[in-house]
């Protein structure tokens, strides 16, 4: 099965909320970014929702899927997890796109409490949430991504730091050895490996 590698940037990303009757859509903008809802669609067999789901992704030049699936108290996949598996291998079936499952936990309430922020009466608080959980889905999937690219960077930044520190420690103590050999010799005694500016430069590009 095709998976997300790293958050596409140059394509949208369809969020999906599977559920017995209904299956939320959200679609996210072209730099997948920002996620809104789409629409709900009837689930009648996963083969018909599957065609459905094509459709769209065609309809809308989607890059990728994010499937919503649930886990039980043993970290394991539910039984409703299951099903939203069973969805996604018939997507696969017919598209061949990258498709991941991300974690829906609490994406319903999370749905209900944004339609209270909203001012939404009571009584329509009750009907159809999926595709506003799909997109509640799909914003925790794409800011999880972000975070990982931040991360990444700031790691990457702290390597070449250090790198660079490690460098110049280096490059002293090698124009040290090589200018001032006699009073090395002196303090230390002669020093049973010296190091040739040469040797500093190969040493230094290693750590690249």
């Keep these: 099965m095709p998976e997300m590698e790293k958050k596409n940037s140059t394509g949208r990303l369809l969020g999906i909320d599977p559920g017995e009757k209904r299956i939320g859509l959200s679609i996210s903008d072209p730099t997948a970014t920002i996620s809104r809802p789409l629409c709900v669609i009837n689930h009648a067999s ?5 065609r459905s789901i094509v459709k769209i992704c065609q309809e809308h030049e989607v890059a990728g899927i994010i499937i919503g699936i649930s886990y039980d ?3 394991e996949v539910s039984f ?3 099903k939203a598996q069973r969805l996604g291998n018939a997507i696969l079936w017919l598209l061949e796109l990258p498709l991941e499952y991300w974690d829906e936990t609490d994406t319903t309430k999370a749905a ?3 339609r ?5 009466r009571r009584k329509r608080r009750q009907g159809h949430l999926d595709d506003i959980a799909a997109c509640i889905l799909l914003q925790s999937y794409i800011d999880a991504q972000c975070e990982k690219d931040e991360w990444a960077m700031q790691k990457r ?5 250090l790198s660079c520190i490690v460098l110049l420690i280096l490059v002293g103590l090698g124009s040290f050895f090589f200018f ?3 009073q090395v010799s002196s303090t230390f005694g002669k020093p049973d490996v010296s190091l040739s500016m040469g040797q500093v ?3 230094a590009v290693s750590l690249y």
Excluded at 116 to 120: A, F, K, L, T, Y
């Design 112 to 114: 209900q409490q944004s």
């Design 157 to 161: 930044r702290l390597w070449i730091g």
């Design 116 to 120: 209270r922020e909203m001012g939404v």
């Design 46 to 50: 996963y083969q018909e929702s599957a």
């Design 73 to 75: 108290e043993n970290s």
């Design 180 to 182: 001032f050999p006699a």
């Design 201 to 203: 430069r190969r040493l």
């Design 80 to 82: 409703s997890g299951r």
